[in-house]
């Protein structure tokens, strides 16, 4: 197994566990073990270690009382905090010689919580003392909304201090993973959830968790809003502000107060431009000379450099982002075959519904193939090597063909067998619905295999393309494809053949 997980439950449990062998081992009260436990990140080992080494040490450092309390010999005793003065039974210490009332405890321990998981190494309120307070005085004196607060920031402790363990991310799931080790980080939660377990983003192979952080910051940073602003406008040569043109003659005139007017080819005054001299209101002499000598030649290159970018980045966006809406309409459809289609299929034509699995595994894989073929776009942004891209653009098409003949099969083809509300067409036949059977079964077994590939090859680096690109003659070329390239590129043509007989 590569990961485990784990419900909060599962949770408590380990917990649980350590605490009482930290207790036993160390003949200490279960609070106390609690305490270290926590303070040491819940590692038992490291734990162990320095408490036979130094016990007095491990106390002091964690603030666990190494003698009872003796309670001063009196009726009275003045609080620490407001000063009023309390019989013993209404005062309480943190194990400590430092007495305050259950009313000022109360509210010391409420601000704390209410400040976050860093209660969970609260100390006594004497600045000078390192007394730490202990879990049952909380239980006893904090509200009852404070000690939900603080069992769920004990909870959360075991997590988070531990750092083969993280937290599902998905909105709502309270389940945590813990991860034992494998170069494949992808896991999946029993909310159905699928993430990386080293960057919590969604599964995203076959790009790098690098790639993807790059990805998402680009999108949603500003840098390609300036991209268009220096793409798509010029400033006003007056006031500097960017003014879009969109239609109309090359006479610009800038929004009020600046209402500057001049010519947006050669960003002159239009008072100097003119119909005669400037040689009309859709062309600009002036323009084209400056242009000839040079003039304009770096402004331009550079609204040039940034429309290119902002074309190319628009074209893997719009696709990486159009493989999502894919993804999401077929995670839809296949709680639709599941819910609803199979009953029909299973009625129509009198088949167990378990021997329909072969429809929820076909949209099982289209949304699988959707995810990989959506951060392909990503890959294919950040991939400067020329040789590798054009093989990338080919594998790349390839595979968009096979997951539109499997999706278009699952998705289109299956209504015909499905009835139809208000018509008596006869049903097609059980014959038939088994050859839509082979052909299904057919394009899932292909499509798979296609992109196991595919990511192999791209996690790879497509290593092998310059081996082909280096050699002196197009058979010397076909020699050294690497063997995995013939295997996926052999399994997209095959592929195609094997849709063609299917269909």
Known sequence: MRYIVLTENDIRERQEEGI???SSIFSIPRESARILLRQYKWNVSKL??????????????????????????????????????YSTSALSSASCVHFYCNECWEGYISASINDGPGCLALRCPEPSCSAMVLEETINRLAKDEDKVKYKKFVLRSYIEDNKKMKWCPAPDCT?????????????????????????????????????VSKWILKNSSESENMNWIIANSKPCPKCKRPIEKNQGCMHMTCTPPCKFQFCWLCLGAWSEHGIRTGGGYYACNRFESAKEKGIYDEAEARRERAK??????????????????SRQKAQADLQKAASENLAKLSDVFGIPETQLKFIPEAWSQIIECRRVLKWTYAYGYYLDDKAKSEFFVYLQGEAESGLERLHKCAEKDIHAFLPKAGKTEPAPSLEDFSKFRVKLAGLTSVTRNYFENLVRALEAGLEDVHGMGQSTSQSTSNNTTGTSYKKLVTTGKSGRNKAARLS
């Not at 007095?56 to 009726?75: E, N, S, Y």
């Not at 034992?180 to 029993?190: E, H, I, K, P, Q």
């Not at 080293?198 to 690098?210: A, D, G, I, K, L």
């Open 20 to 22: 009482n062998r930290v």
């Open 48 to 85: 162990s270690d320095e408490w036979f080494t130094d016990e007095d040490h491990v106390r002091r450092f964690v603030g666990l009382p190494t003698d009872g309390v003796i309670l001063p010999d009196c009726q009275k005793l003045t609080c620490g905090i407001c000063f009023e003065g």
């Open 175 to 211: 389940r945590a993973v813990e991860f034992l080790g494998d170069l494949n980080y992808d896991v999946s939660c029993m909310c159905k959830f699928n993430f990386c377990w080293n960057c919590t983003e969604e599964t995203h192979r076959p790009v790098s968790c690098e790639t």
């Open 308 to 325: 290119n970018s902002l074309v190319r980045y628009m074209h893997y966006y719009e696709r990486w982002a159009s493989n999502q809406t």
